[in-house]
């Protein structure tokens, strides 16, 4: 093959990943549409999910069971949710099913946690800042340093960037001293300082053993969860809720869902009574009251809610929501059989990432490779076939790129 096919082949090949990129890319663009769910919370009250449904400016509330609500009727059957406005209404139920309804354990029980894939596929820098858990004063402050945690613990001064060797030996050797196997896989916590009070960090170790790293007047505190070997702990996510009750979420591989409680000094992971969660593709939604938690979990095609009592996270209902068929998936699985990304709505790396829709998307590719056998007769018969079988082969895109990229040879 000549130089100058070579690099003709090279440009109509880059000419074309561009075109599997762009075209698509303004045609999703064009298409967009918001997938629209109601908004859903589990009523004390009715014992029942309670939608909320906006339409530009109209609102519609109903329940799991078709009975439609007046937005006052509404609010009254949320009181959990909806607790300062029924209160300065003078609304505010005394006691819901004889619990007597105090306003402190109102605001210290209330959970709100939000998962989505990129909260696990997220470009870690590897810094993290460890606070003093039992601080001499009322708030959190800034220790002046930050720590690594890989083949090794060490403890970097923010100001001279220089490793502090005494407090990373004192780690490290704690560390080692509890049984943390090194390289760690992944590291957890809330770098936020305005946080009420800090728990530290849960670390995986290279035996899969999951770790709680904090520090306690100045000295590390390493503890291993000593977690059931059935629960393979994929991720974590600290909560450090106001009531204390948990630390934060935990998600194993096979998609379960836990609390990580805190039990006479050990730790104990309560299972949240829901299905299984896909880490890579699903979300999960928490609005929990001391009654009752609302919990969501979206998929591609559905919504499941579910109400879980608070006390024991166990069932008491659920109810399933159909998503409204995206039109940009309608029209890729028509006209494009694989187009490209470099942004997955499940991560926030950068990367390129090839989707393949439908068979049925072929049809189009037949159809214009049947064309180009026929237009622009002064193609000789190897070009005709040529262009026909790339366009076979890439679509849409390979006609534009056969288009721009000439071949005068």
Known sequence: MKGKQIIYFLVLLFVTAVGLWAVPELVKTATYSKNRTPFVYFSSIQKKFLFRETDKKEHSFYDDEGKTYSEQEYDTSLPLFNFRQLTVNGEMPDSIDGIAIEPRELRVKQTMFRYNPTNKNTPNPGLYILYESLPKKAKLESP?????????????????????????????????????????????????????????????DANGQLYHIKMVNGRPFIRNTQLDPQIEPAFFAMEEPADKRFYGFL??????????????????????????????????????????????????????????????????????????????????GKM?????????????????????????????????????????????????????????????????????????N
């Open 251 to 332: 998600f194993d591989k096979k998609g379960h869902t836990y609390i990580l409680e805190e039990d006479g000094g050990k730790y104990k992971p309560v299972e949240l009574e829901i299905n299984p969660l896909n880490l890579d593709t699903g979300e999960l939604m928490i609005m929990g009251n001391f009654l009752y938690w609302t919990v969501s979990v979206q998929t591609k095609t559905d919504k499941h809610v579910y109400a879980l009592r608070t006390e024991t996270l166990k069932k008491v209902r659920e109810a399933e929501i159909k998503l409204p068929v995206n039109r940009w998936n309608v029209i890729a």
């Open 144 to 204: 002046g340093d930050l720590f690594r945690l890989k083949d090794k613990i060490e403890f970097v001064d923010a100001e001279t960037n220089t490793v502090n060797q005494k407090k990373s030996d004192l780690f490290q050797n704690a560390l080692l001293k509890a049984g943390y196997v090194f390289p760690a896989q992944w590291t957890s916590g809330d770098l936020n300082i305005r946080k009420p009070y800090d728990e530290g960090y849960f670390s995986l």
């Open 336 to 408: 494009f059989p694989c187009y490209l990304t470099f942004r997955n709505p499940n991560s926030d790396y950068i990367a390129p990432h090839l989707h393949f829709t439908a068979f049925s998307a072929l049809i189009v590719n037949v159809v214009l490779a049947i064309i180009l056998l026929f237009i622009f007769p002064r193609r000789t018969k190897k070009k005709k076939i040529f262009d026909s079988a790339y366009t076979l082969v890439f679509g849409i895109a390979g006609v534009i790129a056969l288009l721009i990229v000439k071949n005068n």
